[in-house]
């Protein structure tokens, strides 16, 4: 059923391209002019390094097509790509600070759990899309959740879960995930050696049996909708024996994942009364996967003020926004702190932005830019943008 | 019959007793009019000759006390108690107060003298005076207790009441009947369960800064009735604390007002990543001050930041860059 959707994205998204290119607003500057300090030509990750910091690099559409086509990077940002007529991201602090881990972890040992927190605006999202980028260059599978609170505060639709009593699936959601999982990881799920551990029996008629390639359970989920909470379950699952066996390198990415802990979730019963998050099915899967006790695995969560209500987004710190439990869940974590924009910074993004022909340069701008949007990467953008 | 002749007589004199004197009065009217002049119809009441009213003899105010005072008088005899400053007493050429213009006010009709408090009965002379006459009474200071600390050890509670002496009608004062005892929370003999007990109850009745607890009894008459309860509450108070009740044992984690790490879920976690006990990882001290300070003293950036440093210590992950 979700086959054709898929295809209309993607054709959604060649029609923009097309648009776009004979629209955009730059003029292609000669490679020479490019080479300032504000960009870098190291257009791989891996290559990354404190040197970088505050340079801008092309995220290759051909990466970005596969990794963010079913979201991951803000809407906002994925605009003025658009109009940019390129998609490039700042190199920052944090992300490399994470990047720098991940290449020293013993993935022999227990996963290890990073938290990325910052005030709204941050840009806790990107420096997960350059985390994301590294991996994928790094032949991680990636289990990468846009948005936890898609799923808890805009789910699309809900019904009771057949196989747990008691319980809330939100089928479009978890087959959207699917969709999303399958086109992040397609050239790893192709390999022969993923394969499923056990049977997985979702009716009389239907099964998957074991030693069936991961993909087909993917498709499966997919196509029957009605099965694809249990599917992502099953996948979660199966991805931790798999990573355990050492046959493949996970990353698992949640943005919003504090969403998992807020009691106040807006998916209903039947009745109209509101679900806690932990009797959604789908968050069963991901707080296993959540927590250490698995290896070849590295976990990324961001935990974001915007994912629980308006009302009690009081403080960012990790601990408040995770709860009591939440914190529990994931402790020892690394937290890793996503800052306002530096001094730097903000003179490599008004430069870009000139560069880009996005706003007319003039004496003091760099001073008022930043005094005005009070260093927030998200404020500048919006200062910067358009009407 | 004589009854009837005698009230009739009597009726006829009593007539004429009544006319009588009409005849009378009548003779001497004539007399006056001839003596007295002719009286003059004052209608606007103009004041006629007064008498001159007699001049009030003035006081004359006795001169100054102090005009008379010797040189080598005894002080203490002239103002021997406390009392309000009076200027022909006290020899001395004081001033108080402000005018705009010229000199302050001198110490005669000086209100401002008057108002404030003085300390005129408390000369040195005085002073020495009424504590030789005191010795008597004293028994000389113990050579063990030199210093303050000698006597916290060996009186650790200090009891204070006040005694009030005045002249009223009445030589009791009700407020004399209040007494505070307080002494160190650290001279009482208790464990970290105990102590923790004893503070919740004699509650706000603790310093933390100085570690003292104050009793205050005053619900009884006397001050002797208000000493005893205040020894009785703190012998109840510290027997209490070293009891444990029942339910006392049903005390969870969810209960506990401070978050200890050795009995949390963090302890549990760790142990189970390391697949050791606590005392076997390394670095996990620091991992568990970080972890109760983020607890108890709530979030912060700087508490935060330390957590994630002792976190990556203890997973062996490099360390944060400086900013």
Request: net charge positive; glycine share 4%; aromatic share 10%.
């Amino acid at each position: 059923m979700l086959k054709r959707p898929e295809r209309f994205i993607i054709k959604c998204a060649q029609l923009h391209n097309s648009y776009i290119q004979s629209l955009h607003t730059t003029v292609c500057l000669s490679s020479q002019e490019r080479l300032q300090s504000f960009r870098t030509n190291e257009e791989n990750p891996l290559n990354h390094n404190e040197s970088n910091t505050a340079q801008f690099y092309k995220l290759l559409e051909s990466d970005k097509a596969k990794l963010f086509v079913h979201g991951g990077l803000p809407k906002s940002f994925e605009t003025q790509a658009k109009t940019f007529n390129e998609t490039c991201l700042m190199i920052r602090q944090p992300a490399l600070d994470v990047i720098n881990c991940m290449k020293n972890i013993d993935y022999n040992k227990p996963a290890v759990r990073f938290v990325l927190y910052g005030k709204k605006g941050t840009g806790k999202s990107l420096a997960m899309a350059h985390i994301l980028h590294y991996a994928f260059k790094q032949d991680f599978l990636i289990v990468h959740v846009p948005w936890v609170g898609n799923w808890m505060r805009r789910c699309k639709e809900q019904s009771n879960s057949e196989s747990k009593e008691g319980y809330i699936d939100i089928n479009l959601d978890a087959a959207g995930w699917l969709l999303h999982f399958k086109t992040q990881n397609a050239h790893i799920l192709s390999k022969p050696k993923l394969k499923t551990s056990r049977d997985h029996v979702w009716s009389k008629r239907e099964t998957t049996p074991k030693d069936s390639p991961l993909l087909e359970l993917i498709e499966h989920g997919i196509a029957r909708i009605k099965y694809a909470s249990e599917t992502v379950n099953a996948i979660c699952e199966e991805i931790k024996i798999l990573s355990n066996d050492g046959k493949c390198r996970t990353i698992v990415a949640i943005d919003g994942y504090n969403a998992f802990f807020y009691r106040i979730t807006r998916v209903f019963t039947v009745k109209k009364e509101p679900v806690l998050p932990e009797k959604v099915t789908l968050t069963e899967g991901f707080l296993n996967l959540t927590k250490f006790d698995w290896k070849n695995g590295v976990i990324i969560v961001t935990v974001d003020e915007i994912a629980i209500a308006e009302k009690d987004q009081i403080s960012h710190l990790p601990r408040y926004l995770l709860g009591k439990q939440g914190f529990e869940h994931l402790d020892p974590f690394v937290p890793i702190l996503v800052s306002n924009y530096t001094k730097k910074e903000v003179l490599s993004c008004l430069d870009y932005y000139k560069e880009r022909k996005w706003i007319q340069p003039y004496p003091g701008l760099e001073n008022e830019v930043e005094f005005v949007s009070a260093s927030n990467p998200y404020k500048l953008m919006k200062i910067c943008a358009s009407l | 019959m004589l009854s009837y002749s005698r009230s009739f007589e009597k009726f006829l004199f009593s007539n004429v007793e009544k006319s009588l004197p009409f005849s009378i009065a009548y003779s001497t009217e004539v007399k006056k009019e001839v003596k007295e002049e002719f009286r003059v119809l004052n209608l606007k009441n103009v004041k006629r000759q007064t008498q001159p009213k007699r001049a009030q003899k003035q006081l004359e105010a006795l001169p100054p006390r102090t005009n008379k005072m010797p040189v080598d008088q005894d002080w203490g005899s002239v103002w021997p108690g406390p009392r309000s400053f009076h200027p022909a007493s006290v020899p001395l050429p004081v001033r108080q107060g402000y005018v705009e213009k010229g000199v302050a006010p001198d110490k005669y009709a000086n209100a401002e003298l008057i108002k404030i408090p003085n300390f005129l009965h408390l000369t040195p002379p005085v002073i020495k005076r009424q504590c030789e006459a005191l010795k008597k009474f004293c028994t000389p200071w113990p050579k063990a207790l030199e210093n303050d600390k000698e006597c916290e050890k060996h009186f650790p509670i200090e009891v204070t009441s006040s005694d009030y002496c005045h002249s009223a009608p009445t030589i009791r004062n009700p407020l004399a009947r209040i007494v505070t005892i307080k002494f160190k929370l650290s001279s009482l003999n208790l464990n970290e369960r105990a102590k923790d007990k004893f503070l919740r109850l004699v509650g706000e009745r603790y310093n933390k800064e100085t570690d003292t607890v104050a009793i205050v009894t005053d619900r009884c008459p006397l001050k002797k009735q208000n000493y005893d309860y205040a020894m009785y509450l703190l012998t109840a108070c510290y027997h209490e604390s070293w009891n444990v009740e029942p339910w006392e044992e049903l005390k969870s984690e969810a209960d506990m007002e401070y978050y200890d790490w050795s009995k949390n879920a963090s302890k549990k976690s760790v142990e189970a990543l390391f697949g050791k006990q606590t005392e076997d990882i390394p670095n996990v001290k620091e991992y568990s001050e970080a972890v109760s300070t983020l607890m108890n003293e709530g979030e912060s950036e700087y508490s935060v930041t330390k957590y994630g440093d002792s976190v990556r210590k203890l997973l062996g992950l490099p360390d944060a860059p400086k900013t």
